[in-house]
């Protein structure tokens, strides 16, 4: 996913050019393909003057707007999540269920102290894992 920082729009893969507004991203390219970077007047390689317009550098806003896109998607998934638990919370009977929620909470909170202790590349190990647990999950759901 890219988006242009010219038009601000969003593009699926790492497309070399802007199909909205032409510009080319973080790079200068050439009429012969060659790419060279934003702040050339001439082709490295052949010398050609004839290069395409960058989209400006990503700015303070541009990284900010993407952080908020993010923080929007976070909290809808937050809001959806609370509104589930209250739903669950309200209509399951509490004192059967008190105990082995607290174990289920003392277990997670376990399991993410034990991660944040892990060195990275383990921890990496460890995310593709799941990764491909899920991937697993959904083949058996499928067959
Ligand atoms: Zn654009
Ligand atoms: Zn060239």
Known sequence: MRRCTSCFRFHPGTPTFCAYCGRSFDVRICSRGHRNPRGVQFCAECGSADLSTPAPSASFL???????????????????????????????????????????????????????????????LGKAAGRQVMKSVRKNKHE
């Not at 707007?65 to 976070?74: D, E, I």
């Open 62 to 124: 541009h990284h900010l707007s993407g952080f908020v896109l993010y923080l929007f998607s976070a909290l809808t998934i937050a809001l959806i999540v609370i509104a589930v638990v209250l739903a669950v919370l309200y209509s399951i009977d509490w004192s059967a269920l008190t105990p082995s929620l607290v174990a289920l909470v003392l277990m997670l909170a376990f399991l993410y102290w034990t991660t944040t202790l892990l060195p990275g590349p383990i921890r990496k």
